[in-house]
């Protein structure tokens, strides 16, 4: 498989079948899972523009849809599931053990980036979990993990818009509350969505720079 290329999965989140995209350069030194963020889904353009850039730099990347499609329409009226971070975080987990089970990635060691809301989803799954090595969140929300921050044993990694100012301030609030290793970088100039020219590629040089040091 190249570098740019992905392959249709189901992933078994304990009887849920969740689709994704799994992609696999030659030799990889490390799986990044994503969660996404809230109203969003595996086709989001940032996530998949950040996994190529990861593919780039030697790691398996797998993009998941975290609900399905009946939980798609239901939320899209109600809005509740995608701030169901309990749910959420179950589903990113369980994604984390189909890694470590699947023929192509078993025993790599396992990273996550998190956007938005999936953001506090991937730290509530790193707490309950040793597999997980290493968590980037991306504007992320990280603040609604709430008291699983403090038993995240992976190194964390909160990249935040200058400009995206309300989620600066929460980020720096849920970093005082996090144990383990962790730093914010501030990406100047950009928004909540990191669509300022260079952003998201800032966004993933800094994640690729995160995973090369954790995995």
Do not use: C, K, Q
């Amino acid at each position: 498989m190249t570098t740019s290329g992905t392959t249709a999965v189901s992933v078994d989140a304990w009887g849920v079948d969740l689709a994704a995209d799994l992609g696999v350069p030659d030799d990889p030194a490390g799986v990044v899972v994503f969660a996404h963020g809230s109203g969003s889904s595996r086709h989001s353009g940032r996530n998949r523009a950040v996994a190529e850039s990861l593919r780039r730099d030697g790691y398996a990347t797998l993009l998941l849809d975290l609900l399905t499609d009946r939980e798609e329409r239901e939320d899209r009226v109600t809005g509740h599931l995608r701030f169901d971070i309990g749910l959420l975080a179950e589903r990113v987990a369980a994604s984390v053990e189909w890694t470590s089970r699947h023929r192509v990635t078993r025993g790599l060691p396992v990273g996550l980036f998190g956007a938005s809301t999936g953001a506090a989803a991937a730290l509530v799954a790193a707490a309950g979990t040793y597999l997980v090595r290493a968590v980037v969140s991306r504007g992320g929300r990280p603040d609604l993990a709430g008291r699983a921050l403090g038993r995240v044993r992976a190194p964390t990694l909160l990249v935040v818009g200058s400009r995206d100012e309300e989620v600066l301030d929460l980020n720096r609030a849920a970093a005082e509350r996090l144990t383990a290793p962790h730093r914010i970088e501030v990406v100047r100039g950009a928004t909540h969505l990191f669509e300022e020219p260079g952003a998201l590629a800032e966004v993933a040089r800094l994640a690729g720079g995160w995973f090369r040091e954790h995995l």
